[in-house]
């Protein structure tokens, strides 16, 4: 069974000010690989996915994430974050053929001005 | 709108009671997933269909939980018997296995509440 680890529960930043937040996962077979995002009261948003190809990934609103294989981590990153980046963060992992994702705890991250 | 839909959003029942939630997921999509998400916590797995045959079931999914998917596109979750333990946020999601990308699309959710 799959299963990742949000290395941060909280992760307090100022406007502007870059953030990165830290995901590992278990596997032994190729993943897919993915960043949620909640907003308060709201399902789950898609950021960005890791299928194959290119490590550094590129997502909506500003978002970025690098697949390492040999760290089995995928650590999203924004350079410079605003006020409305204010949300929750879910790492998910999953693997053909059911696509059945696994999702971290989740970081919440709080833009402070 | 073409997105996940969910209904009711928010769910106040006295325990004991049964609840019932419906999801209508994205045209087309023949997949269709159930998730339960605590406070402080991430999305736990508990149920898939693919189109109208339900493919795995979490532990997590009781005897008093039952999912149905009857011709393969609107989805209903029941909980018999609510405990103050149910009270959580409840997420429906959808994909197609034809797009092979492993991304779901998810609904707003479904708040119960127990007393």
């Known amino acids: 069974a799959q299963s990742v680890t949000q290395l941060d529960s909280q992760v307090p930043v100022f406007e502007e000010a870059p953030v990165e937040l830290r995901c590992n996962y278990s596997?032994?077979?190729?993943?897919?690989l993915f960043w949620y995002v909640q907003y308060p009261n709201q399902g789950l948003q898609l950021l960005l996915k890791?299928?194959?190809?290119?490590?550094l990934v590129k997502g909506i609103n500003g978002f970025e994430a690098e697949f390492n294989k040999s760290q089995t981590s995928f650590h999203l990153r924004k350079p410079s974050v605003h006020i409305s980046d204010t949300a929750e963060y879910f790492c998910a992992v999953s693997d053909p053929p059911d696509y059945k994702l696994s999702f971290g705890a989740g970081t919440t991250v709080t833009v402070r001005a | 709108d073409t997105g996940v839909s969910q209904d009711p959003r928010h769910k106040i029942t006295k325990r004991g009671q049964n609840v019932t939630f419906r999801c209508d997921p994205i045209s087309e999509h023949n997949r269709l997933y159930w998730y339960r998400q605590t406070l402080g916590q991430g999305p736990e797995f508990l149920t898939y269909f693919q189109n109208e045959a339900q493919l795995e079931k979490s532990r997590l999914l009781s005897d008093r939980f039952s999912a149905e998917r009857p011709k393969g596109s609107f989805s209903t979750l029941e909980i018999q018997r609510t405990e103050q333990g149910d009270s959580a946020m409840y997420l429906c999601?959808?994909?197609?296995?034809?797009?092979?990308?492993?991304?779901?699309?998810f609904g707003e959710g479904s708040r119960l509440t127990v007393l």
């Open positions: 999601a959808s994909s197609s296995r034809r797009a092979g990308t492993g991304e779901l699309f």
């Open positions: 596997s032994s077979v190729s993943v897919y």
């Open positions: 890791y299928l194959s190809g290119s490590t």
